[in-house]
Structure formats: C-alpha cells, structure tokens
C-alpha cells in the first residue's frame, strides 16, 4: 500500500522571539533557523518515518531543489514534485519561549501544482492506496473526487481551516482531521457535529487533552489522551500526528493502535525545535519513554 499526498512544501525560517509581536511591534528574535517544512512535507516525512511509501505530489519553484534532496533523503518518493517557474513557498514562523507560534505563509509554487501532472501521478495508485490533502495547495477538490473515484481512501488535514474548502472536498472524504474550534466552525457552517458528517473517520484533536476519535458508522467515540510533556515548539505537531496516525492505518495497524502511536509521535515531536527535519522515526516513538 502507499500514501499519497498532495502537499505543500515550504522554506520554514523559524525565529526565536521573547514572546509572539503584537500589531505594529517591531521585535528582534534571539535565533533564526532554517528548516524543511509545509503541512504537506510535514505529513510526507512523518508517514515516511512511520514505514509507509509515500509520494509526495507538490511543486517547487527553481530554488527548491534542496527541498526535493531533502524529502528523498527522509524517504519520501519525489518523482511527481514538479519544478515551476514561480518561487518555493515559504513560512515566516515566530516561536515564543512556551512553544506557541505564529505562521505566516507564502504560498507560491504550492498554488500552481499541474492538474495533469496529478492525474498522471496517481494514474500508478491502487484501490486501497491513501490519498492525502490539505488546504495549502490548489486542486484539492478535483484531487479528492479523483481520488474517490479511484477508490482511494480519500484524507484530509483541514488546515489551515476553511469552512469553504473544507465543504468543497466533503462528499468524497474517507477521513478527516481538524481541531475542536474548526469543528465548531464546520459545525455552523455544514449543520453537522463532527459524529454526523458523511465521513467514516474524524478525528478532532483537543492540544493537550488530546484527540478524540468519531466512528460515524458505529456511533462509537474514544478519547486518546495526550502523554504530558515539556513542550519547546509545537509546530508541525499536528502534521506528524496525521502522517502518523495515516501511516499506521496503511500498514494495517488499528486504528486505535494508529492513534497512541501517532500521539506518542506528537509528543516527542513538542519537545523538539523545528518542523520536518526533526520527525521522530518509529524506533524514537518506540523507544519513547514519557517522564
Ligand atoms: O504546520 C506547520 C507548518 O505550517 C509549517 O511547516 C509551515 O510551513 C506551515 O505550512
């Protein structure tokens, strides 16, 4: 089995800040790093790390081929990332001293990824293969129906959130993962709970409580607690708990066996500074022994 993901793929320029700027705040950061980063890479990498194939299907623009080295060398399958004219996307991310951060995103060669170039990408899926998305590229919808079409188990990472985008790829979703404020605001915007959308799987994660699991063919609900940790940096926590928790799920784990091995992804992933580059691989989350 394999996962594909249509995903972003981002320069992130991280900067240590005393505390997140305010409007109009000219503040200076004690550190600056670079990393790879974008949800999408994020996701690629942390499935990649948790023993799945993963080809990433994205776009770089002409100074993106460190990028691509990069994600070959976590093992993520590049051959269907393209190089366009328009600039790698970038991600300005302030990060203060308790781990709270503020992005912001510059899409570029993550909004022009070819229609075609996706067809003939997934034209080597299988029945049964995960397709991946996330509201940071374009053509998701018309990926998603593709994808459904194909009989793909058809995910996505409604982040960043949006009602409209969300709604967009809704009727040929499989799963879907978004936190408890988004799913307030899918709530108003759709009419339904997170137990009553027309997706078999959600998950709604809850920070530090946590995530909860929706079965909306059972009915059922579980709770997954968080293991508490210090926390340094929660940026791309989120994204490594998906990849995670996809991962398990493509090599027949579970899924309450996907979910504790993602939630101990997430928690080592706190207590570490930066985003794709330092994804705990599966022997770290083995290994993993919480305080
Ligand atoms: O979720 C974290 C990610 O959001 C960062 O890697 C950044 O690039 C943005 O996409």
């Not at 093992?75 to 970038?90: F, L, P, S, Y």
């Not at 503020?102 to 229609?115: E, F, K, R």
């Not at 029945?127 to 188990?153: H, I, P, S």
């Not at 998950?203 to 946590?210: D, H, M, N």
């Amino acid at each position: 089995m394999a996962i594909w993901n249509l995903g972003s793929i981002n320069a992130d320029m991280v900067y240590s800040v005393p505390h997140l700027p305010g409007p109009g705040e000219t503040l200076a950061a004690d550190d600056l790093s670079r990393f790879l980063g974008g949800k999408g890479a994020n996701m690629s990498v942390a499935a990649a790390r948790a023993g799945s194939h993963v080809c990433h299907i994205g776009a770089v623009g002409p100074d993106g081929g460190w990028a691509i080295e990069r994600l070959m060398e976590y093992g993520v399958d590049t051959r269907h990332i393209e190089q366009v004219a328009t600039a790698t996307g970038h991600a300005i991310i302030a990060v203060d001293r308790g781990g709270e951060n503020m992005i912001l995103l510059y899409p570029g060669a993550n909004q022009v990824i070819s229609g075609d170039g996706i067809s003939v990408a997934l034209t080597a899926a299988q029945t049964g293969d995960t397709l991946l998305l996330q509201n940071e590229t374009n053509a998701q919808a018309a990926t998603a129906a593709l994808g459904a079409r194909m009989g793909l188990r058809v995910c996505y990472a409604a982040a960043p959130f949006d009602a409209d985008a969300v709604k967009a790829v809704l009727p040929h979703l499989d799963f879907l993962i978004l936190n408890a404020v988004e799913a307030e605001q899918l709530a108003d915007a759709t009419g339904y709970g997170p137990e009553a959308l027309p997706v078999r799987d959600v998950i709604v994660t809850l920070g530090a409580k946590g995530a909860r699991h929706f079965d909306t063919n059972t009915g059922e609900t579980r709770l997954f607690p968080a293991i508490p940790v210090t926390s340094v940096d929660t940026t791309g926590a989120g994204d490594t708990f998906t990849g995670y928790v996809l991962a398990g799920l493509d090599r027949g784990l579970p899924m309450a066996q996907s979910i504790m091995q993602a939630t101990r992804a997430a928690a080592i992933m706190v207590t570490r500074h930066g985003t794709a580059d330092v994804i705990p691989d599966l022997k770290d989350v083995q290994e993993f022994r919480p305080d």
